[in-house]
């Protein structure tokens, strides 16, 4: 049998050292371990002690001794008996902190005056009392901080007067827009009266032009039709000198079926449609063949129609040359009056479309300026003069981009497609529901995965100058912007500081 032999001190501090030393008397008051002194009057010396969640009473001896009576584990506060507990660090020098109470007494010093290693400590002296440095290296922070929101600050005054500046153009621009946009509405409206006339004359001289083209169509049947049936054959074809265009007395088959369009014969009807148009482009070619060369091929459709009108299509189909050219030639055979008045209609037409134009582009300047001026730039206008800047961050994967309270984007580096990761929404942190103007929320960005719209929140710190100092997807498409900026170096933001003017009081 082995016998291990004890100093009878390490038994006495063993067997007191949870009475004598979670508890400290002085005088009539008691001041517990593990909690912060105002604290003290809730373990009222020598009573029977209730959990603070008010399911137990137990009595005044069972403080701190090292079992966990209270589920709340208020009974236990200088103790790792409660898993649930905490403990309460005095730090004088530095600042007060509470940790777990599973690293009281377990070897590691985790307050900086090593109070929560106190059976360790007056055995061995394990923790030294490191808050005189750490106090120092808080002042040291401090300062740097306090000397980082001080010069912000100044700049934020200057950003703040920017800022009121431009919005106070950007209202006055909006009162000039709105004086020209009343006088381009007026041009507009004289255009547009123009642009009616014009177009009332065009259509009147047009069909003044088509009533005579009809006319000559029909005394053109006429002639063709040499038998007097009603009805054109190829026979009559063969005998009308027009077709025999090389004056040999002779139409070849291919004239033929050209103008019957290999039909053998077509009424008045069939040749007001078709007819009259090949007639007419035989009237101006001077080559049959020439024209044939050049039949079916793809064409872009011309702003023609049947009624030699204007028309605003514009997709491709396949025409003949030859009909397009006939409608043409049409056209060519209007009196130079009516090709006036048709110019006149056009140019109508055009100053119409370019007054419009013009309207409109005023009314979307009014439109964005409103848009701007609309939006949260804060309580003194701060980030007023931020508004629309761009900031570009790079990583080994992305090109990041914000456009301060417009948009954020992700570029890959290897030149894939840009990705929207949101649009400016709102001020997402809020006060008694005011905005704190400290996180910016960026939503319905690009449909991610998960079927969401990607967004992300920006997060903004004092800083000399703007930067955008990090991005992180925090979730799949959900993602955390860091950015520094003067227009959030507000002194009163610097909380710490007083607190630790409090405790060197």
């Not at 381009?184 to 032009?209: G, T």
């Not at 960026?442 to 800083?463: E, P």
Request: proline share 2%.
């Amino acid at each position: 049998m082995e016998i291990f032999y004890l100093d009878i001190d390490i038994i006495i501090n063993l067997l007191l050292h949870s009475i004598v030393f979670t508890k400290c008397s002085v005088g009539n008051f008691e001041i517990i371990k593990g909690i912060p002194i105002e604290n003290a009057k809730l373990y009222a010396h020598n009573k029977d002690f209730s959990c603070f969640d008010g399911t137990l009473t137990i009595p005044y001896s069972y403080i701190n001794d090292d079992y966990c009576d209270c589920i709340d584990a208020s009974d236990e506060p200088g103790t790792s008996a409660c898993p649930n507990g905490t403990f309460y660090c005095t730090n004088k020098g530095h600042f007060p902190s509470f940790v777990p109470s599973s690293r009281v007494n377990d070897g590691i010093c985790d307050c900086c005056d090593g109070s929560d290693e106190w059976a360790n400590n007056f055995q061995k002296d394990a923790c030294q009392n490191a808050c005189k440095n750490l106090n120092h290296e808080a002042k040291s922070e401090a300062n740097r901080v306090d000397n980082l929101y001080a010069l912000g600050f100044k700049i934020r005054e200057q950003l703040i007067a920017k800022g009121k500046y431009l919005l106070l153009q950007k209202q006055n621009k909006i009162l000039q827009l709105l004086t020209k946009i009343k006088e381009a509405q007026f041009n507009r409206s004289s255009m547009f009266n123009n642009k009616e006339i014009a177009k009332e004359k065009e259509k009147k001289a047009i069909e003044k032009e088509k009533t005579n083209q009809q006319n000559e169509a029909i005394k053109i049947f006429n002639e063709i039709d040499t038998n007097k049936d009603n009805k054109i054959e190829v026979e009559e074809v063969i005998a009308y000198s027009t077709f025999d265009q090389n004056q040999d007395g002779l139409v070849s088959q291919d004239k033929i079926n050209y103008f019957m369009e290999n039909r053998k014969e077509f009424d008045l009807r069939d040749f007001m449609s078709n007819g009259w148009n090949r007639v007419s482009l035989l009237f101006f070619s001077n080559s049959f063949e020439e024209k044939q060369h050049l039949a079916k091929i793809n064409v872009k459709k011309e702003i023609l129609n049947q009624d030699f009108n204007h028309s605003s299509e514009s997709e491709t189909e396949k025409y003949n040359i030859e009909d397009i050219e006939a409608v043409r030639v049409n056209k060519l055979l209007y009196t130079e009056k009516t090709k006036i008045i048709i110019n006149e209609s056009k140019k109508a037409y055009e100053l119409f479309e370019e007054a419009d134009k013009t309207v409109k582009g005023l009314q979307k300047q009014v439109y964005e300026l409103k848009k701007s001026i609309s939006k949260n730039f804060g309580p003194d206008d701060e980030f007023a003069a931020l508004d629309g800047q761009c900031y570009e961050l790079t990583n080994d994967e992305y090109i990041y981009k914000l456009c301060l309270f417009e948009k954020i984007t992700q570029r890959p580096i290897k030149g894939e497609p840009e990705v929207h990761l949101g649009v400016w929404k709102d001020w997402a942190n809020f006060m008694n529901e005011k905005p704190q103007y400290h996180t910016m929320l960026y939503d319905r960005g690009q449909q991610c995965l998960n079927h969401y719209q990607r967004f992300a929140y920006v997060h903004l710190s004092c800083g000399l100058k703007p930067k955008l100092i990090s991005v992180s997807e925090l979730h799949l498409c959900e993602y955390l912007v860091e950015f520094e900026l003067p227009s959030v170096c507000v002194i009163e933001d610097t909380k710490y500081l007083r607190e630790l003017e409090r405790e060197e009081l």
